[in-house]
């Protein structure tokens, strides 16, 4: 496979392609470390009422506080994600 000297594409040792930076990789766990802080601070704040909401649900409200964690932290993490590279590429 021919790939253009400047693709940023590495070969690993087992002949493989990462299109993976190193300089990008201490930002996305920024990126994934902040969405998860800001996630958890929402949680917190709005727990009493999540917690009320999900009450008639019995056993399933725990799987459905998991899964709006989740959700909301990848969520925050695309739109941190998405404004860094908008932001970088903007004043680079």
Not at 62 to 79: E, P, Y
């Amino acid at each position: 496979m021919n790939t253009p000297n400047d693709a940023d594409v590495k070969q690993t040792q087992r002949g493989e392609y990462s299109t993976i930076s190193k300089r990008d990789t201490p930002w996305e766990w920024l990126e994934g470390l902040f969405g998860g802080i800001i996630t958890i601070a929402i949680v917190l704040f709005s727990l009493p009422t999540i917690l009320d909401l999900m009450q008639p649900l019995g056993m399933l409200s725990t799987t459905l506080l998991v899964s709006v964690f989740c959700l909301i932290w990848c969520s925050l993490w695309a739109v941190i994600d998405t404004s860094r590279s908008q932001l970088t590429v903007a004043t680079g």
